[in-house]
């Protein structure tokens, strides 16, 4: 079974920091980019950051450039995605997701159609 699993999600307090993980079960992420998406309460989907599968290229959204870092371990089979400075409107559920399988240097784009997708880890910033 094809599956994507994120944990790590929780309460912090405005200006902290989490660190969210994506482990791949089913098949292996090294033949995929990959992404991170949120959807906040009443509001569409966004995308927040991707990475191809060289993993020299990424992309993030404007709201969180300098504050969240996308990586990959494809030993490990996962995902990560570290946030930093996180404020109030970062609160969301967090979906990581899956392309391909695609070209190592086919570059990637919060836009394009993601086959694989998690079930969503909670991620609340309040004081």
């Known amino acids: 079974q094809l599956q994507l699993v994120e944990s790590g999600g929780g309460l912090v307090q405005p200006g902290g920091s989490l660190r969210l993980s994506c482990a791949a079960s089913?098949?292996?992420?090294?033949?995929?980019?990959i992404g991170w998406f949120r959807q906040a309460p009443g509001k569409e989907r966004e995308g927040v950051s991707c990475?191809?599968?060289?993993?020299?290229?990424?992309v993030y959204a404007d709201s969180v450039k300098g504050r969240f870092t996308i990586s990959r371990d494809n030993a490990q089979n996962t995902v990560y995605l570290q946030m930093s400075s996180l404020k109030p409107e970062d609160t969301a559920v967090y979906y990581c997701?899956?392309?391909?399988?695609?070209?190592?240097?086919?570059?990637?784009?919060?836009?394009?159609?993601?086959?694989?997708w998690g079930q969503g880890t909670q991620v609340t910033v309040s004081s």
């Open positions: 990475m191809r599968r060289s993993g020299d290229s990424t």
């Open positions: 089913g098949f292996t992420l090294d033949y995929y980019a």
């Open positions: 997701a899956a392309q391909g399988p695609l070209g190592l240097f086919r570059l990637c784009a919060l836009s394009d159609e993601y086959n694989y």
